[in-house]
């Protein structure tokens, strides 16, 4: 999906993957005030022939659905695209919040839920990755071994690479661009999820996961250390730095 210039809530499509069919108009409709447009499944259908005929911006996606769940079509949607993908649930334990963060999502938002949360969470995820937060021309940015890619979106070492999601890349930019210093969790909440109410602590100790398995994936030396009581520091070995 390309990226465009100058970010508007209009035009902006959304795709709504809910099996409550009253739920599903509720958000449709709401959205659709703003601006959206919207398109819906019960999860009934292959979802992905959807996907790929709306191209929708952001995804809204329940995970009890009939037939496969909602993690089946995330792990779907991820293998094409990296657009935010955004777990509304009844399903709401802790665990559930976990494996959707780890399966690709950007954030997970309870039922019941207001909308009016769950449209500020929507539009702060659409200008990370279609605003001007989005980056437009390559924007590369290094730290000890490790190199980010903003257009690519993606982490490499030493000619081994990995992909990395929106919150991923915002948060390890924090981490790079501050490298050595400790980056504190309100400021990776309030400028990842431009958030701090409303995220649960557990998703930023599931994106900081997320990005240890990614600097091990492409055989970086850094690693991130948590602070206790205060955030994160990304931290090259004293010999490489």
């Given amino acids: 999906m390309n990226k465009e210039s100058g970010f508007t809530c209009k035009h902006k499509r959304i795709l709504v993957v809910e099996d409550d069919e009253n739920l599903a108009s509720i958000v449709s409709e709401h959205f659709e005030r703003f601006g959206y447009a919207t398109a819906v499944s019960d999860g009934r259908a292959d979802v992905m022939d959807l996907f790929r005929s709306f191209a929708p911006h952001a995804v809204l996606l329940d995970i009890g659905l009939p037939g496969n769940s909602g993690y089946h079509w995330c792990d779907l949607i991820r293998r094409e695209s990296r657009c935010p993908i955004l777990f509304i649930s009844a399903q709401s334990g802790e665990a559930d919040q976990i494996l959707a963060l780890m399966r690709g999502a950007d954030d997970f938002v309870c039922k019941p839920?207001?909308?009016?949360?769950?449209?500020?969470?929507?539009?702060?995820?659409?200008?990370?990755?279609?605003?001007?937060?989005?980056?437009?021309?390559?924007?590369?940015?290094?730290?000890?071994?490790?190199?980010?890619?903003?257009?690519?979106?993606?982490?490499?070492?030493?000619?081994?690479?990995?992909?990395?999601?929106?919150?991923?890349?915002?948060?390890?930019?924090?981490?790079?661009?501050?490298?050595?210093?400790?980056?504190?969790?309100?400021?990776?909440?309030?400028?990842?999820?431009?958030?701090?109410?409303?995220?649960?602590?557990?998703?930023?100790?599931?994106?900081?996961?997320?990005?240890?398995?990614?600097l091990a994936q492409v055989g970086s030396h850094a690693e991130v250390r948590a602070v206790r009581g205060v955030g994160y520091v990304l931290e090259m070995p004293e010999e490489e730095k």
């Fill in 113 to 214: 839920f207001s909308l009016d949360i769950l449209k500020a969470k929507i539009e702060a995820q659409l200008r990370r990755a279609y605003g001007e937060l989005s980056g437009g021309e390559e924007d590369l940015l290094s730290y000890g071994d490790v190199r980010l890619s903003d257009r690519k979106m993606t982490i490499a070492c030493e000619g081994r690479e990995a992909e990395l999601t929106k919150t991923e890349l915002m948060a390890l930019r924090l981490l790079a661009g501050d490298g050595g210093c400790v980056v504190s969790r309100a400021r990776l909440l309030r400028e990842v999820w431009d958030d701090e109410c409303f995220v649960e602590d557990n998703t930023l100790n599931v994106v900081i996961g997320r990005i240890r398995k990614r």
